[in-house]
C-alpha cells in the first residue's frame, strides 16, 4: 500500500505557522540587555529575505506559469515587511546606543 503524499502547499503553511510560534516565544522571553543583538541578527536575517523577496518580485511571469502572481505578490510583501524591520531595527539600536552617550552641557 502507498502512503498518501503531504500536498506541499500545507506542508509549507505548516512550517511557516511553526516559525511564527517560535519566534514569538524567543523574541518576548528576551531580556532587555541582549535586545540590542537580538536586533542585529534580526536585521541580517532580514537582509536575507529581501534578497529573496527580490528574486520572487523579479520572476519571469511567461516562464512561471499561473502561480507567477501569487509569487510576485508575496515577494512584493515580503520587501515591504523586511524593509520596515530593517529601518525599524535601526532606529531602536540608534535610540539604545543614544541612551549611553554622554550628556554634552
Known amino acids: 500500500m502507498e502512503a498518501a503524499a503531504v500536498d506541499p502547499f500545507v506542508f509549507r503553511l505548516a512550517i511557516f505557522v511553526l516559525a511564527i510560534f517560535v519566534g514569538y516565544y524567543v523574541v518576548w522571553s528576551v531580556t532587555p540587555a541582549l535586545h ?3 536586533m542585529s541578527v534580526t536585521n541580517a536575517i532580514s537582509s ?14 511567461s516562464q512561471a ?3 507567477g502572481w501569487v509569487s510576485k505578490g508575496f515577494g512584493f510583501v515580503a520587501v515591504i515587511l523586511a524593509a520596515v ?3 525599524g531595527g535601526f ?3 540608534q535610540r ?3 541612551m549611553y552617550k554622554k550628556k554634552q552641557r
Not at 536575507?48 to 511571469?61: H, Y
Request: cysteine-free; proline content about 3%.
Open 36 to 38: 540590542t543583538p537580538l
Open 48 to 61: 536575507v529575505i529581501i534578497v529573496g523577496a527580490l528574486i520572487a518580485v523579479g520572476l519571469d511571469l
Open 65 to 67: 506559469g499561473e502561480t
Open 85 to 87: 524591520n530593517i529601518f
Open 91 to 93: 532606529l531602536v539600536t
Open 96 to 98: 539604545m546606543l543614544a
